[in-house]
């Protein structure tokens, strides 16, 4: 074999701060060895904290020294050590040679800048383009990950992408300068899975067409198995097996690796089905007005929701799927009254149509929501005790303090989280503990459905399967009805009695949901469980992608 363009020896990552007078160090990751080969896809797998991303960002020194430093090790990109070169060395290598794409585009991306500023910077500092040529590379690249029209996509902002096309403008500008090693750290997490897919066929081409080797960054095992050719398995800052893709799947080496590869979402009995539901929902539709011309008149319309009608009962779980812009997420909020529409919704057989606050206000209570992002949905001038006790102090239910203490308790003993730490900060947990919070927060003012929002798609496996795990024992335990939406369809398999596939406002298949995943009728719906479960990954980018992530 070749030699090898990325060369890691005996890594060591430690962080040190003082104390009082007195210097303190933790040492996060440890002895980390592996090579990456020039076309070849290396897969870094482990859950949170396990140091995946640590050593991902050290590669390019980009972790934040001195506060962080290596007691031991070398990182040699072609023969050229990094660990501790100088400013020039890595300003030189840093997206020309060596490229990162980040977890979160909207994040990374600048929302200040338009896409032509924000790829043409990395162009104008290690080519020297500017101006018509930059412009020309910039379409050229654009076009390259898939966005059509890209010359009229120069002057957009991150917002008016979808999330799509904001990860393909990543890729973008992480390939502007044509590297040789890219670095890929949850480039998919946050996508639906016919976008997950088209975003690693792109990949796959593009290394094959360019010779590039990837690092692969993911708690999503079956990427890794749908790209990668090597996987290392790190947990608490070691690695701890590595090998080829196909043998370690075949046969892990290591406890902690048959836990990461097999974990599943529980099984659940079927409940029984309740003659009446609590939610009843007919022709509901929600369409927004696409006004033109001087006197704005009204020339069309958006169709968020087209005519649903649900019905979901007391214990039963009803999962909505579909692409983002779909209308998921828009029917959630029509259904707790956060956005105005048209049809019928009853709540326990009456109308959910009140416009007075005090009815409102009871509606509400008895349909609560937990978001998809626990850290960004928890305030963090908040401790734990006042999230969890602001919805009975906003619906005025408990007004004595130790009544609502002795609350707070009992709901996060329901959650599993120990009550003693009620007087702490969301950023001193972690991603599982603050997504069990949101749950508290929304049981404890006893509701009868709960809306659950992607809530699993940022957690590791592992730690989905608790959450689903805490989720079925709650539902058991209340009898609480929820309405799980999500991209993750082996996710929505396990914990859903009823489905509703939606695409573009309608939804297209609706019953079930053991019927529908055994026997789709939709085309839309096949095309959706394909990309999800089909092993198989094709290396040809498709030309009609756009019309999907936009």
Known sequence: MSSPILSVKDLSISFQRIERGVRQVADVVRNVEFELHAGETVALVGESGSGKSLTALSLLQLLPYPHAFHPSGSIAYRGRELVGAGSSVLQEIRGNDVSMIFQEPMTALNPLHVLEKQIGESLALHQGLVGHAARKTICSLLEKVGIRDAGTRLSAYPHQLSGGQRQRVMIAMALANKPDVLIADEPTTALDVTVQARILDLLKSLQLSDNLGILLITHDLNMVRKIADRILVMKDGRLVEQGETASIFAMPGEA????????????????????????????????????????????GHVKAVNRVSLELRPGNTLGVVGESGSGKTTLALALLKLVNHEGSVMLDGKPASAEDRQSIMKMRRSMQIVFQDPYGSLSPRMSVGEIVSEGLDAHGLVPDIRERDRRVVDILKEVEIDPNVRFRYPHEFSGGQRQRIAIARALVL???????????????????????ELLNRLQRLHGLAYVFISHDLSVVRAIADDLIVMREGDVVEQGRAGEIFASPTHPYTRELLSAAFDPVITTAVDSGQESVDG
Do not use: C, H, M
Request: aromatic residues 8%; hydrophobic residues 35%.
């Open 446 to 468: 006893e509701p009868r459905i709960l809306f659950l929002d992607e809530p699993t798609s940022a957690l590791d496996r592992t730690v989905q399967v608790q959450v689903l």
């Open 256 to 299: 902690y690796t048959r836990t990461l590869l097999f974990a599943q979402p529980p099984d659940r009995d079927p409940p029984e089905r309740v003659s009446e539901p609590v939610l009843n929902v007919r022709d509901l539709r929600i369409w927004y007005p696409v006004r033109k011309g001087l006197l704005k008149k009204t020339v």
